[in-house]
């Protein structure tokens, strides 16, 4: 438990630290030695858990005459999953962030490292913390210190309006979470997630429509961080406006904690009851929506890093649908539940690693070139080898091909959404849209495949071009952050089964009743057999033995190859037979699927949709009637003319003085006299 | 299922789909030279056409490392899709739950093969061709996809050969039949032949994705288009069409190539008779079929 201590020790120390240190290298050095540390830290304390299994839980302090509630850090196999995320993620952040920043010339590194580091903090407190108050505390400050990333560069337009839109749907949408809370508060009259848990069966006992909406101000809160459509209309404006190893946190680590923090609260805050199956529905539609509608806007980006946030929006669609479809059945059928949200979560874990990856690649471009629109830049390969490897790998891994990492995840997805077909006591209508569901995740998994590789294949293929950089070579602490990520990618989808069973621990100590691993993964539950990793001839995934005659095949060919003795020599680009300067012919990213596009680009009235995606999101016009707005408008009809008559009035009188001075000097007789007779009358004649 | 089992049809899948592919390829060549009123090459032409090609001058137009790699892997790939066909038998050599999708993506690596070759390339032909070839991927593979999970809903299980072998037992029923109607109707898109050739068209683009490609690196790309042809006809065959069957793995073999040589029949029978569709027409017609498709889905549910 110290360990976690530790580590917000030394980013705290680094957040004062850098609050002072204006040289950028040497802030940014700070940074990484400060979060190496606490990456450590937080790296033992969560192996350490999830190797044992254990629960550890301390209270810190509490607010007890004032308040029913205490700070207590509780660190379960759930909350150390998303520990080494973080971990992992915000050290390899880190390291790419100490020399990428020299690419920002005239901003200060003040307004970046404190924030990033604060970040840091308070993500490590929303998954650590057991207490509904200071987990809205340590929310709070996630949004607001990632709101000063967003809005880092205070000159650009743009980066002042996503963080504005940023800011305020934020905000309202914690409104909800503090509504709800004061609910609960009311019933439960503790703070603690495990009181919470017990008074909450009172409250769908009693009252059914009340904790429904309490639910439903949750789902919202959580929803919009997570850039659920149509709530997260705020994340492709926002997402891309910071430094790239900032949105690389927010897309690999910030977006996930709101699915954890969904996972969190209908797993162990709220009871399982029939209210977590309907939501569990409602989880799981709005998570498909926003796999198809985001996926397929993605297709029609031709910028790299809003390209990557739309996808950070699809994919956290397939989290939801794992997760829904986890939640709808785990009454009626724990297997297929487990699986569900055993996929869901691998699903976070992957997606946290290839997303930053994907992020930092794009930083990458940046850092060479100045821009990351995929217009301007092609060929990067040539200049930055390992960078085009690694976005290769994440672009496969995000697309779940195998061997690499998504694979496994988006496999247990599909399977327990159309494996729902077999469940005879659910409505018809219900198991057909959970198929349906299916089709579309597998048919936008492919979706995803073709807009990385136009990323792949316009940023890096091709004749080099666009504004380079030329003394600026790619320093090695960037290019090692990048290579960190992809080997964990392709060393989790060469080895699924290590992940696996973290996360089936992870899943298991928030629902207890569930199935063991080995009835789930390796052998037969109930006819059904999953068995991923029994022996091989029983049929079982394991990539490795696959991959053997496969490279044995290619080196055979290559020896082939090899044997023929082809002579090699170096041409021309052939235009078919015409001579063109490369200019006069490039293929730009805009250019790629343009028919696709044509296809599920429309209009509705004045509103353009490009990939069902409006292209400017309609403004929303109220219509108040007028009589209604003069009411309101006391100033105008009230105190105005008030106002008016009384300086009329006391101008009229005003005028007494100013006209002739013999009426003045009149005037002052009468009045004395005036005031003589006045003062004989009240004391009666007596002085 | 044992062992010897294993290797024995992992090595005849391979065989059959990589090298007996050029035979399959000749055989084309040779009806599309009857229906010309041509002579035509003869029928081992196209393994002279790989072998020479070996040897011939590799022409290099860039120095992207992809472009020396993605060859082989557009090979290598078909190679392990293969190893998903039940050829020998009744189940695949490699089978665990949730191959269906491993399949599926599988025939998207061939894909991505092909199209990092030619986007590495540096041709801005073979962009296009690389941009279409990835459309087409994207509107027929759903159809594929929904074929497969109506055989595992109507099967109850997600692997290959589980669904094989309800079918072949329990005979069609009409979602199935609708599915294998389906995948009957893609299959030219599929393979990639006219009229859904829209990636290589020589006329237009000249030969799109295989532009820059010369000697070795164009002799395995050419390999692996022949070997797509052999893959996906087993595919339709033997998942969609599993009968007969005997006991015996080396006849069911010869009954799958009878099979599959009549399936090639038919579909240069299409190639040769069909002009080219464009891409926006070849995307709406598979965009249809997929949403018909769903259809079969349903029946599915409904247990017919």
């Known amino acids: 438990m110290q360990y976690l201590y530790f580590s917000f020790l030394s980013l705290i120390f680094a957040m004062f630290l850098t609050f002072f240190i204006r040289n950028k290298n040497f802030s940014g050095f700070v940074t990484l030695i400060m979060t190496s540390f606490s990456s450590l830290c937080l790296l033992h304390l969560s192996l350490d858990i999830i190797i044992e299994n254990k629960v550890v ?63 840091f903090i308070s993500s490590i407190g929303v998954v650590s913390v057991k207490e509904l108050l200071f987990f809205i505390v ?41 509504l709800a809370s004061v609910i609960v508060y009311s019933y439960s009259n503790d703070f603690s997630f495990r009181e919470i848990n017990k008074s909450f069966l009172l409250i769908i006992d009693k009252h059914p429509y009340l904790s429904h909406f309490i639910l439903f101000c949750i789902f919202i809160a959580f929803v919009t961080k997570a850039g659920v459509l149509p709530f997260g209309f705020w994340l492709p404006n926002a997402y891309p406006q910071p430094p790239s190893s900032a949105s690389s946190f927010f897309g690999g680590v910030m977006s996930k904690l709101a699915v954890y923090a969904l996972f969190r609260f209908f797993s162990s805050v709220i009871p399982l009851s029939y209210h977590t199956q309907v ?19 993605a297709l029609t980006q031709d910028e790299a890093k809003r390209l990557m946030s739309f996808h950070a929006i699809g994919q956290v669609g397939y989290m939801l649908l794992g997760i829904g479809v986890g939640l709808y059945f785990i009454n009626i059928n724990p297997f297929l539940a487990t699986v569900s949200l055993v996929g869901g979560l691998f699903h976070v874990f992957n997606n946290s690693i290839y997303k930053s990856l994907l992020f930092l690649n794009a930083g990458a471009i940046f850092y060479k070139t100045g821009t990351t629109d995929l217009n301007k830049v092609s060929g990067l390969i040539k200049l930055m080898p390992l960078t085009a490897i690694t976005a290769l790998v994440g672009s496969l891994s995000i697309a779940g091909v195998p061997p690499f990492n998504g694979f496994i995840s988006k496999l247990l997805i599909f399977e327990s959404s159309i494996w729902s077909a077999k469940q005879s006591d659910v409505l018809f209508l219900i198991r057909g849209l959970f198929i349906v569901f299916g089709i579309i995740s597998v048919f936008i998994s492919a979706v995803t495949l073709a807009s990385f590789l136009k990323f792949v294949n316009s940023a890096f293929m091709g004749k080099l071009r666009g504004a380079i950089d030329e003394k600026r070579t790619l320093p090695w602490s960037m290019v090692l952050s990048q290579m960190i990520l992809a080997l964990v990618c392709i060393i989790t989808g060469l080895f699924p089964f290590i992940p696996l069973k973290i996360i089936y621990n992870a899943t298991i100590s928030c629902f207890d009743l569930l199935p063991s691993f080995s009835s789930v993964f390796i052998v037969d539950f109930k006819g059904v057999g999953i068995n991923f990793f029994e022996n091989y001839s029983q049929g079982a995934w394991y990539p490795i033995f696959v991959m053997i005659p496969l490279i044995l095949l290619s080196s055979l060919i290559f020896a082939f190859e090899k044997y023929a003795k082809a002579p ?62 003069k009411i309101l408008n006391i100033d105008e009809w009230l105190y105005y003319p008030v106002v008016d008559r009384i300086t009329k009035f006391f101008e009229f009188f005003g005028k007494i003085y100013e006209i002739i001075t013999e009426k003045y000097i009149s005037w002052l007789v009468f009045g004395s006299i005036f005031v003589f007779v006045l003062l004989f009358y009240i004391f009666g004649g007596k002085l | 299922m044992n062992t010897e089992f294993i290797i024995l049809s992992s090595v005849l899948n ?55 790699l993605s060859p082989y892997l557009s090979v290598v790939s078909i190679g392990m899709a293969s190893l998903l066909i039940p050829i020998t038998g009744l189940v695949p050599p490699l089978n665990f739950w949730g191959d269906i999708f491993l399949f599926i993506y599988i025939i998207t690596v061939v894909g991505i093969a092909i199209i990092i070759t030619a986007s590495a390339s540096e041709n801005p032909f073979a962009y296009i061709g690389a941009s279409r070839k990835m459309m087409l991927h994207l509107s027929v593979e759903p159809i ?21 072998s309800w079918y072949y037992s329990n005979g069609p029923n009409v979602s199935m039949l609708l599915s294998t109607v389906c995948v009957f109707l893609s299959l030219q898109a599929l393979i990639g032949k006219i009229p859904f050739d829209i990636s290589e068209a020589e006329q237009e683009i000249a030969e799109g994705v295989l532009i820059e490609l010369s000697g070795p690196k164009y002799a395995c790309v050419k390999w692996a288009n022949m070997s797509r042809q052999v893959l996906f006809c087993l595919v339709f065959t033997q998942i969609f069409i599993p009968w007969p069957l005997s006991e015996n793995s080396l006849i069911n073999v010869i009954i799958a190539l009878i099979k599959v040589t009549a399936i090639i029949f038919i579909s240069t029978l ?13 995307l709406k017609y598979n965009l249809t079929l997929a949403l018909f498709s769903l259809t079969s889905i349903f029946l599915a549910l409904l247990g017919v």
């Open chain 1, 138 to 178: 340590f929310w709070e400050l996630m949004t607001l210190s990632s709101w000063f990333l967003v809005v880092f560069e205070r000159e650009k337009r743009s980066a002042l309006k996503g963080g504005l839109q940023y800011f305020i749907t934020a905000h309202v949408t914690t409104a909800f979470l503090i």
């Open chain 2, 14 to 68: 391979i065989l059959i789909v990589l090298l007996l592919s050029p035979l399959f390829d000749g055989f084309t060549r040779k009806i599309r030279a009857l229906i010309q009123s041509r002579v035509g090459p003869p029928l081992l032409q196209s393994y002279y056409d790989l072998l020479k090609l070996m040897g011939k001058e590799d022409l290099k137009s860039t120095i992207n490392p992809l472009f020396r």
């Open chain 1, 279 to 297: 939501w569990g529905f409602i989880i799981a539609v709005f998570g498909v929506f926003s796999i198809f509608i985001g996926t397929i806007a």
């Open chain 2, 144 to 164: 594929l996809a929904i074929a497969l999970i109506t055989g595992a809903i109507n099967a109850g299980s997600f692997k290959i050969g589980d669904i094989v």
């Open chain 1, 57 to 119: 839980e301390q209270e810190i302090f509490s607010l007890k005459p004032l308040l029913n509630s205490s700070l207590i850090i509780g660190i379960d196999s759930l909350s150390a999953l998303f520990l080494l995320i973080i971990s992992l993620v915000s050290f390899c952040v880190t390291l790419f962030s100490w020399k990428y920043f020299e690419a920002y010339k005239t901003e200060s590194p003040q307004r970046f490292y404190p924030f990033l580091v604060l970040l």
């Open chain 1, 568 to 629: 090699k020599r170096d041409v021309e680009t052939w235009y078919g037979g015409k001579e063109h300067s490369p200019e006069e012919v490039v293929y730009k990213g805009h250019s790629f699927y343009q028919p696709f596009k044509d296809l599920v680009s429309f209009r509705i009235g004045n509103i353009q949709f490009k990939g069902f995606y409006p292209v400017k999101i309609p403004k929303i016009e109220f219509k108040i009637p007028l009589k209604f707005i």
């Open chain 2, 270 to 282: 299409i190639e040769s008779l069909n002009p080219r569709l464009r891409i926006d027409q070849a």
